[in-house]
């Protein structure tokens, strides 16, 4: 969320481009494969809300699993 908020720093679309690169192989399909297409999808009313927000805020983590060694 930090580099959406920051799409243009350091450089155009590093926030959008940082989403892409953890984004799934089928998550990426289904944009259309491409970072150009990702960068298109992006733009559309309820994506587009969150890059250059001014703010976010995490109402919740779900529940919490303990780890294992």
């Known amino acids: 969320m930090d580099g959406l908020l920051n799409n243009e720093k350091p450089w155009a679309n590093a926030g959008l481009e940082l989403c892409w690169d953890y984004s799934s192989d089928r ?18 009313p309820t994506f587009s809300t969150m890059v250059d927000a001014k703010e976010y805020s995490i109402e919740s983590v ?4 303990p780890g294992t060694n």
């Open 27 to 44: 998550n990426r399909a289904a944009q259309g494969g491409s970072f150009d297409e990702f960068i298109t999808y992006a733009s559309n």
């Open 62 to 65: 779900g529940a919490y699993i």
